[in-house]
């Protein structure tokens, strides 16, 4: 038989709390934070305080299962007859177990069912942390799962509705929210639910089946690469700002001129911070790097001394969780090397003025660069700045993580090979590196047609109408199919495709023989006139093959 009661837990004593004595029992008054008085029993803790003895508000029920083990359940109810009404319901499930009329993982599931969503958000996001995800991607989930369930209405996991969420996606739609953020929304949901069925607080996903909204056909923000022209305005410009806007006049007769006068020391600062912004955005440019990422590097994840300089990336800061070593390249190796020289010298400086002990070289724990909040902010001044327009003629926009659509486009551009550019993106699908970070209209697809051969229709256009009306049937003969009887010159076809020079001049034409045979054999063979086979080291002609006979 189950029982219902209050649990207890202790408190440390308030402060200015005091005690009394009733009826041989020791109780405390206080008053808490809402000016209220308040009282409860004291005790003695286990090492020797005197503590408060407070009483939950809500029952709890004690009951065996169907299983015969012993649970305890909070019922949530504050009056003890409603608590023993839940009682008694926990025990004709145990009842319908032992008798076989529910499964056992039908009744752990029916426990969870009225239990308040916001309980179940918490356990999920316990469960986020033990599985080492990052603190972004826990406080986004638990955002959209907070909003779902308060603008869906379900206050509990048996208030799941597929209908009600679906209708809330078109209200989304209609909205303006684009296909990529309402699966956001979807996958949270469908991965919590899945969560559920794992710890069995659902026997199913009542979202797993509702499609994905298509990203291609509804993408609300289509990113763009810069072109090398823009870059190198972009970065003269954020090297230069800084120190033009503080200079420049606000209000007045001379409004928008640069002549204000500024101190050395602040004049040095403006100069720092621009530097710093032309260096941060090189650096993404040229490694593909994140914001996140690259505000999470420090001094000591570079490794600027070896052959191969490169910046260790760690596993935590990463989008992947798995870790990299970003290889840099000469100039933006020197160029942060420069940087933490002149920083040294600057911390250096710093510590004499305050009379501390000077620093032999920077911490390994400096951040790299101070990678502001507000860097979108600062990036779009940047491109007003330097004429660059935010949204080109197609509607495509340029943010920080256009600057990674650059740095994958100009690895096509410079011909590095596909599988070499996924490597240097970091992605895990080949598609999403030639299709999504790849702006196709920087590629130079003109140059690549003049890899295409020749196809003159002026010359030869006599032959040509002899040919297709068959009055010259022997013309092409000789080139598709030659007659080993009659022996004939090897045409040659200019080997455009090798760009080395000497190459070229060893072997300036490929022999094509014209056989009439219809073999297989390599263009290279080639036969002028003598018994010798082939060209190049090809295998001799079978013993007793008549080339006549097999043409007949």
């Known amino acids: 038989m189950g029982t219902v009661f209050k649990k207890t837990y202790t408190k440390p004593l308030p402060a200015g709390a005091e005690t009394f004595t009733r009826q041989g029992q020791k109780f405390a008054k206080w008053k808490d934070a809402k000016g209220k008085t308040r009282k409860a029993l004291l005790t003695t803790g286990a090492d020797g305080s005197t503590r408060l003895l407070i009483e939950a508000a809500t029952y709890t029920a004690k009951y065996r299962d169907g299983a015969g083990l012993v649970q305890i359940v909070a019922t949530g109810c504050r ?24 499964t056992t993982k039908e009744d752990a599931v029916s426990l969870h069912q009225a239990t308040p969503l916001q309980v179940h958000f918490d356990a999920y996001a316990d469960n986020m942390r033990a599985r080492g995800l990052s603190a972004t991607h826990h406080k986004y989930t638990r955002k959209h799962l907070d909003r779902i369930k308060a603008e869906c209405g379900f206050a509990a996991l048996k208030d799941f509705d597929r209908e009600v969420f679906e209708r809330w996606l078109v209200k989304l739609t209609d909205e303006g929210a684009g296909a990529r953020t309402r699966n956001c929304y979807r996958d949270d949901l469908v991965t919590f639910c899945n969560w559920c069925v794992e710890t069995h607080r659902l026997l199913t996903n009542p979202f797993d089946m509702i499609p994905k909204a298509n990203v291609e056909a509804d993408r609300k923000r289509i990113r763009r690469a810069m072109t090398e022209a823009e870059l190198t305005k972009l970065l003269d410009v954020a090297r230069n700002r800084p120190l033009l806007d503080a200079m420049t006049v606000r209000r007045g007769k001379r409004k928008g001129e640069a002549y204000a006068k500024l101190r050395g020391d602040t004049k040095a600062d403006l100069e720092r911070l621009g530097r710093e912004r032309t260096l941060i955005y090189k650096t993404f440019i040229l490694t593909g790097l994140r914001k996140g990422e690259l505000a999470s590097l420090t001094v000591g994840q570079l490794h600027l001394d070896g052959d191969i300089p490169f910046v260790a990336l760690n596993a935590a800061d990463e989008k992947n969780r798995q870790g990299s070593e970003i290889v840099l390249r000469d100039d933006l190796a020197d160029d942060l090397r420069q940087w ?106 003109r140059g690549a047609l003049d890899a295409l051969p020749a196809l003159p229709l002026g010359a030869g256009s006599e032959q040509s109408e ?33 760009t080395d020079e000497q190459a070229s001049k ?20 080639a036969v002028n006139g003598s018994d010798e086979w082939a060209l190049r080291g090809s295998n001799p002609r079978p013993h007793g093959c008549d080339p006549c006979a097999l043409a007949n």
């Open 340 to 445: 933490l020289a002149a920083e040294l010298e600057r911390l250096q400086a710093e510590a004499v003025e305050r009379g501390e002990p000077i620093p032999a070289r920077l911490p390994a724990d400096r951040p790299l660069f101070n990678v502001p909040a507000g860097l979108l902010r600062i990036l779009n001044r940047d491109l007003k700045a330097a004429g660059i327009p935010k949204v080109d003629e197609r509607g495509r926009t340029l943010d920080i993580h256009a600057l990674r659509t650059t740095f994958g486009t100009l690895l096509s551009k410079g011909g590095v090979a596909p599988r070499t550019a996924q490597a240097a993106m970091r992605h895990s699908d080949i598609r999403l590196t030639m299709q999504t970070y790849t702006d196709p209209k920087l590629l130079d697809v």
């Open 506 to 525: 060893d072997n300036e034409t490929i022999a094509v023989s014209d056989d009439s045979v219809k073999r297989k054999n390599p263009l290279t063979f």
């Open 79 to 102: 009056d003890e007859q409603a608590a023993r009404s839940v009682l008694g319901d926990l025990e004709r499930r145990a009842e319908l177990v032992k008798a076989g009329v529910m």
């Open 466 to 498: 002899a040919v297709m009306t068959g009055t010259d049937a022997g013309a092409l003969a000789p080139t598709l199919a030659p007659n080993w009887c009659k022996r004939a010159t090897p045409l040659t076809i200019p080997d455009e495709m090798n």
